[in-house]
T-cell receptor, first 114, second 113 residues
Framework: GNSVTQMEGPVTLSEEAFLTINCTYTATGYPSLFWYVQYPGEGLQLLLKATKADDKGSNKGFEATYRKETTSFHLEKGSVQVSDSAVYFCALRPYGGSQGNLIFGKGTKLSVKP | ETGVTQSPTHLIKTRGQQVTLRCSSQSGHNTVSWYQQALGQGPQFIFQYYREEENGRGNFPPRFSGLQFPNYSSELNVNALELDDSALYLC????????????FGPGTRLTVT
């Protein structure tokens, strides 16, 4: 079946540090891949997405590349800020699936200290 | 700000009771999905409604049901509440079933005692 595995948190970094949150997936065919962010007290927000192999999604300094050969979609940011503190979810939409049928990882909580 | 609102914000119910959660989608969005997010877990897909008809369902029992109305609002109903139903319930709306993105509301925190 389809599943998403992401690194366990919490992750604590100092401001301006480099961030990597690992995400791997299991799926048949060619799923679409997403990173969502959840700030305290708010709903999920789409951070970035990639719909085919070798695509790179990017937004707000965050990047992730769809790697079919390693079934991965790791999230990276070169220099984190305190305002990036949130929970990050990796998700996939199965090939041919509707937008609503997203499969999420368990989330990784990021805390950035000044 | 996604334009998607949910009510109530928090709710406490007793095991065996019934609950109705409400969602107001962005204007013009004809598709709404509901998710259950248990503490420390990622959201799990409950079901999706498209133009007032159920259009896909995750691995949830029939006591989870929904309605979608023409005014872009929707409801999630849960009967015979169980302790494990305690979770954050999220709704998400999109312009179409296969849309480029969906917009999440802030959620309703349900506690079952």
């Amino acid at each position: 079946g389809n599943s998403v595995t992401q690194m366990e948190g919490p992750v604590t970094l100092s401001e301006e540090a480099f961030l990597t949150i690992n995400c791997t997936y299991t799926a048949t065919g060619y799923p679409s891949l997403f990173w969502y962010v959840q700030y305290p007290g708010e709903g999920l927000q789409l951070l970035l997405k990639a719909t085919k192999a070798d695509d790179k999604g990017s937004n707000k300094g965050f990047e992730a590349t769809y790697r079919k050969e390693t079934t991965s979609f790791h999230l990276e940011k070169g220099s984190v800020q305190v305002s990036d503190s949130a929970v990050y979810f990796c998700a996939l939409r199965p090939y041919g699936g509707s937008q609503g049928n997203l499969i999420f990882g368990k989330g990784t909580k990021l805390s950035v200290k000044p | 700000e996604t334009g998607v609102t949910q009510s109530p914000t928090h709710l406490i119910k007793t095991r065996g009771q019934q609950v109705t959660l409400r969602c107001s989608s962005q204007s013009g969005h004809n598709t709404v999905s509901w998710y259950q997010q248990a503490l420390g877990q990622g959201p799990q897909f409950i079901f999706q409604y498209y133009r007032e008809e159920e259009n896909g369902r995750g691995n949830f029992p029939p006591r989870f049901s929904g309605l979608q109305f023409p005014n872009y609002s929707s409801e999630l109903n849960v009967n015979a509440l169980e302790l494990d139903d305690s979770a954050l319930y999220l709704c998400a709306s999109s312009l179409e079933v296969i849309a480029s993105r969906q917009y999440f509301g802030p959620g309703t925190r349900l506690t079952v005692t």
